[in-house]
């Protein structure tokens, strides 16, 4: 089971785009605890939704830490930078914070899926760049970081040619010939 706090305000404003939730596994209590911040995707313009609490609650259950799920201001809403803020403000204050919650402040880790895999890159871009906080670690799935795709798929074919590593990636192909097995 997990522990909720819902509705907890990062920026004392009364406003709804201000708040975050804590998710803390049941019968740890008395532990210091990792903390995971998790901001959700949906392109820059899809809201905060119940699966995305279901996640959270269950990544606090299974990892046996504290989850901290935040939302952010929508694109249609909002221009940017307002999201990129809204989560870096909640990110400094999950540090200030985290040893209330029985969190470890030097065992903090960010991160997200397709926006919200960009936002926790930019917040832990300027984390490092700024010091203000320091992650331990970025776990990202389908983070949107490079409007150029083509050009940094190309660069990173050059660098398997040379042996680096290798690329793998998904190409267009033709349906009726991949059925072929072309």
Not at 16 to 42: A, C, F, S, W
Not at 98 to 126: D, F, H, P, T
């Amino acid at each position: 089971g997990v522990v909720e706090s819902r509705d907890i305000p990062y920026i004392a404003d009364g406003q709804k785009e201000h708040l975050m939730d804590v998710y803390r596994p049941q019968g740890k209590e008395n532990e210091t605890l990792p903390v995971i911040i998790n901001i959700h995707g949906g392109g820059f313009v899809a809201p905060h939704m119940e699966c995305d609490t279901l996640y959270s609650c269950y990544l606090a259950d299974r990892l046996g830490g504290i989850v901290v799920d935040l939302d952010y201001t929508t694109s249609p809403v909002a221009p940017w930078p307002v999201a990129f803020d809204q989560c870096y403000d909640a990110s400094a204050y999950t540090f200030v914070h985290c040893a209330e919650w029985g969190g470890n402040e030097r065992c903090v880790s960010i991160g997200g899926y397709s926006a919200g895999g960009a936002l926790a890159a930019g917040v832990a871009l300027k984390a490092g760049q700024t010091g203000d906080f320091r992650f331990n670690a970025q776990v990202m799935s389908q983070p949107a970081l490079c409007h150029r795709a083509e050009h940094l798929l190309r660069r990173l074919r050059r660098r398997q040619a040379s042996g680096h590593f290798r690329v793998l990636a998904f190409e267009k192909t033709n349906p009726a010939g991949a059925a072929r097995g072309e």
